[in-house]
């Protein structure tokens, strides 16, 4: 990987053994200048950076001239205590089980879980949460109506609502009865729910009312239920009747056990209890994500651009990137990236060289440096330089997150970045690296090299933490009922629990 922005002071340190491009700004700050074979005789040198105390910048004099003036931006950074953008929410599991009995809970159930076509992910520890959530709720002796949106692409054997409710049935060894989702059918849902214990609703996907929330469509929804229960959490950050306008019509709105582990794990991506903390960023569009980025640059000790993002960094500090690799209006934003960067005097990294396509011979492959592609070469992959630095970095680090896909526009099923990646991570989680892996290609990439990867490492809906990331409230989430943050140890708030509590509550008169 190329370093733009270099660390001081100890925090990564672990950069100062590693070889990268930058343009010296004091050549007596660097020691032994070694001429680059892929710029030649160009300004830029290869330095090797020990304990170098100053900044580098590398890339054209507009960048520089954007980082140096920090006066005139402020960096937008976050306190533990602002990271706290939840409220403490009911779940499944404090709930008072005794509450359930003969109640009618529905399920929010996330398809993508429950519905997979692969076997192997039957038996995953994300299914296995969703599934106890149900299980949970049978044993509890509550009537269960299940409600999800799905589609073929999640599993291409998902024909009808009856289809889907004997592979539920399959899955969680439970018979699974459907019911309809229409004004005509309200009146009869009571009775229909006195000859089973979970039913299946129609497939919401099919009703325009879902995504509008329609609140007559959320209200006939809930129509017979007492209890909410969301446990898709991959839906969080949508409006939707079916986790936002049912809550307005139930009298107990709470997570299920897998809803409350994704929540768990969101929470854990943002603290700053391990360092170095990286993160990965895969994927495209840097401008829709650009506060999303202000807020990872604010808070970890270092970014790795690995996907089309990266052309966008590389653009911004002058080098050489094809016109169709560039982002419309997001120059800016990545220039304000790498400003805030340089505030904290963290380092910024994007890849050193790719595997290249010929667009006129897909067959021929040829490695480029990532300043000098050639015109009629497409990028697909990674390079293998630029996967030997990222290794290099990721073995110092106690804390990484990878987010969005090791994927270019030209990539295909040659690309082996993701994998080499992956197996990279799968090594260090077993050194005790605290690792979280989101998006969907990601987590295929890390379950396809690691069969025992666990589920509080994987959040497999992304736009889910980049909304998180920009700072936006969850609708989700918000809707859920409220809970006491703390939990209260009566025993040591009165020595003899058997006695009455005597609370002083004062005259009233704040006297």
Known sequence: MCQLLNSVDGTLSLLNKLTFYAFPTKTSEFLHPKSSPYLGNKTAKRWRFRGVRSLSLQGGSEAADHVKSSNKFKTNCCDEGEMEPFPHVQTLRKFPKEELVGKVVMVRFDSTNLLREEEQDQ??????????????????????????????????????????????????????????CDYSAV??????????????????????EEVANNSKFAELLSSGVDIFVNDSFSQSHKILASTV?????????????????????????????????????????????????????????????????????????????????????????????IQIAHDRNIPILHPMDFWCMNEHLPEKMDIFPSHHILDGWLPVDLGPRSLDELNSLLVKCKKILWI?????????QCADGASKLAQALNDLRQRNCDITVAGNMACQAMVMESKSVLVNDMIENASVLWEFFKGRKLPGVM?????????????????????????????????
């Open 123 to 180: 038996s995953s520890q994300s299914v296995s949460s969703a599934v106890f959530t149900i299980k949970y709720l049978h044993e509890a002796g509550a009537k269960i109506i299940l409600v999800s949106d799905w589609r073929k692409k999640t599993n291409s054997q998902l024909h009808d609502a009856e289809t889907v409710a004997d592979m539920l049935s399959s899955v969680i060894q439970h018979r699974v009865v459907t019911i309809k």
């Open 187 to 208: 009146l009869l849902k009571m009775e229909v729910l006195k000859k089973a214990d979970i039913f299946l609703l129609e497939n919401l996907s099919e009703y325009k």
């Open 245 to 337: 306008g049912i809550a307005r019509f139930c009298s107990a709105c709470i997570a299920g056990f897998h809803f409350e582990e994704s929540l768990c794990q969101l929470k854990k991506v943002a603290r700053t209890n391990k360092r170095p903390y990286v993160a990965i960023i895969g994927g495209g569009n840097l401008y829709d994500k650009a506060s999303a980025l202000h807020f990872l640059v604010s808070r970890c000790d270092g970014l790795v651009f690995v996907g089309m993002m990266s052309f966008q960094i590389m653009h911004a500090l002058g080098l050489s990137v094809p016109s169709y690799l560039v982002e419309p209006g997001a120059y800016k934003a990545a220039l304000d990236i």
């Open 404 to 412: 969005g896909p090791v994927k270019f526009k030209f990539s295909g």
């Open 479 to 511: 809707a859920l009922d409220r809970a006491y943050p703390f939990e209260i140890d009566w025993k040591s708030a009165y020595c003899n629990p058997a006695q009455p509590l005597v609370v002083d509550i004062g005259s009233g008169t704040s006297l």
